[in-house]
């Protein structure tokens, strides 16, 4: 079993930046591939961005690409989201999710899901 916890969520104005958290305990962060996914009130569940175990090979949806930096420190069982050059349509609860397979997340298939943090970028 893994529990998932997203901190570090809020209020930000557009252009600016926002950096969240995801803390993981139980099993072996490490043994997992980790994602961040969003959705916005009426919209479907978005993925966003997805990390490998070793942190090694990264995935971006098209939409963040650029602006938004997945990372992973394994020592912490942390994952982080860096959010630069932040948008109004980026507003949405943030999740995170973890997987045994990197390629399972980017087929949005999951694990073990957190309770989200929610990111509001004003205009």
């Known amino acids: 079993q893994v529990q998932l916890v997203e901190s570090g969520g809020g209020l930000v104005q557009a252009g600016g930046s926002l950096r969240v958290s995801c803390a993981a305990s139980g099993r072996t962060f490490s043994s997992y591939a980790m994602g961040w996914f969003r959705q916005a009130p009426g919209k479907e569940r978005e993925l966003v961005a997805v990390?490998?175990?070793?942190?090694?090979?990264?995935y971006y949806a098209d939409s963040v690409k650029g602006r938004f930096t997945i990372s992973r420190d394994n020592a912490k069982n942390t994952m982080y989201l860096q959010m630069n050059s932040l948008k109004p349509e980026d507003t949405a609860v943030y999740y995170c999710?973890?997987?045994?397979?990197?390629?399972?997340?980017?087929?949005?298939?999951?694990?073990?899901w957190g309770q989200g943090t929610q990111v509001t970028v004003s205009s």
């Open positions: 999710a973890a997987a045994g397979s990197y390629y399972s997340l980017i087929g949005q298939a999951h694990d073990y």
């Open positions: 990390i490998n175990r070793s942190g090694g090979r990264t």
